[in-house]
């Protein structure tokens, strides 16, 4: 099972994502658009995973945020790694309460050691995918020139999300395996 831990992403913003995603999708590039019902920001990328592992994992993610309360951040800008010159990756950017993003992530990436692709030390970059870019060659920054400092709305996150990834030809769908609020 591919397994990631993730937050979801406010309806508000999934609609201002796809004004600027109507503006990508006017490049020369072949690009690959978010779908709004698979917007979230991941916190932890298990990968592939035993069956096995599944209550182990949601026992330490529970316990990871305890103690977590819920919190909001503002969506601001837009950017593109490595660059907007040369984009594989098109986001929208956390200003506001990103603090708050970053230590949820970096404690899940730590106590999920044993199971993330990534190196768990790695600082994380809150961001929010709404294209990949699949062939290169051209540069997305005079189209995204207006969007760069642009506010995106707020998203208020309550709880933490376990989900599964199976890929298709159409594009991931993702299962909630598990829910886990954020209290006071």
Request: hydrophobic residues 40%; glycine residues 8%.
């Amino acid at each position: 099972m591919r397994l990631f831990v993730a937050v979801n992403v406010a309806e508000n913003v999934k609609k201002a994502a796809k004004k600027v995603q109507d503006v990508i999708a006017r490049s020369k590039g072949k690009i690959k658009l978010a779908g709004a019902e698979t917007m979230h920001f991941t916190l932890a990328f298990l990968g592939d995973t035993s069956v096995d592992s599944i209550r182990d994992i949601k026992a330490k993610i529970e316990n990871t945020i305890e103690g977590s309360r819920p919190f909001s951040v503002a969506i601001q800008g837009a950017g593109a790694f490595p660059s907007f010159d040369r984009p594989r990756v098109v986001w929208l950017g956390v200003e506001d309460g990103s603090d708050e993003l970053i230590e949820l992530a970096m404690k899940l990436r730590k106590a999920l050691s044993d199971y993330v692709t990534e190196d768990p030390e790695k600082p994380y970059k809150p961001h929010l995918t709404i294209a990949r870019v699949n062939s290169g060659g051209f540069d997305l920054g005079e189209l995204l020139a207006d969007q760069k400092d642009r506010d995106y709305g707020e998203c208020f996150f309550a709880n933490v999300i376990l989900y599964e990834s199976v890929l298709g030809r159409g594009g991931p769908a993702y299962t909630p395996l598990a829910n886990f609020p954020l209290r006071p």
